[in-house]
């Protein structure tokens, strides 16, 4: 008999490292994405503040014009043939993470956003939750959003400008995940 696992895990387990190229939704095909190009990066926390490493995020999102590239945005044709609309990056030992994107645009009713998943070590299914942009984020109306009653937890949902993580001319939004636990990012059903 081999060796048994530890009871207290749950996987699922991925590998060490991806492509450098699936955070980077800016280019697809040759061509470079319309819009503002931003890094979204953040940390991935457990309860106790615990960085959660080897974390995979995937992101989807409209592009610039509030256009999803799936057949299912009757949209579709237009858009932006440099911007992908989906991502994957995975956490390193301290939990970070990082994607190359665009500012959203906004779409029926929705305000600008990404769409984000978390998959991790010792989560028995997937964790979504959704990224805002706004300035002021108490005058954001969006349908997603007002789900969320508590106002400190709405707030948790917003990407906050971190001008010390820019490069150069694009500006860097930095959104922080605690999976569980004193602030939890409020998750979504999928």
Not at 23 to 46: K, P, Y
Not at 52 to 77: K, T, Y
Not at 81 to 87: D, E
Request: proline residues 7%; hydrophobic residues 40%; negative net charge.
């Amino acid at each position: 008999m081999g060796t048994p696992t530890p009871y207290c895990t749950i996987g699922p387990f991925f590998p060490t490292q991806f492509a450098d190229d699936c955070g980077d939704l800016t280019q697809f095909e040759g061509r470079t994405a319309r819009g503002q190009h931003i890094i979204l990066t953040g940390c991935v926390v457990e309860g106790g503040n615990v960085p959660a490493g080897n974390a995979i995020l995937e992101i989807w999102q409209a592009d610039a014009n509030g256009v999803f590239r799936h057949s299912l945005d009757p949209r579709c044709s237009e858009a932006d043939p440099g911007f992908f609309g989906w991502g994957r990056a995975r956490t390193d030992a301290e939990g970070r993470y990082r994607f190359l994107t665009v500012v959203p645009g906004s779409y029926s009713g929705r305000r600008p956003h990404v769409n984000l998943m978390v998959l991790a070590i010792g989560l028995t299914r997937r964790l979504v939750t959704t990224v805002f942009f706004a300035d002021s984020p108490a005058e954001v109306d969006d349908p997603v959003l007002s789900c969320v009653q508590d106002a400190a937890a709405r707030g948790r949902l917003f990407a906050a400008r971190d001008e010390s993580l820019d490069t150069g001319p694009v500006p860097a939004y930095r959104f922080d995940i605690v999976l569980r636990g004193e602030n939890e990012t409020p998750f979504f059903l999928d």
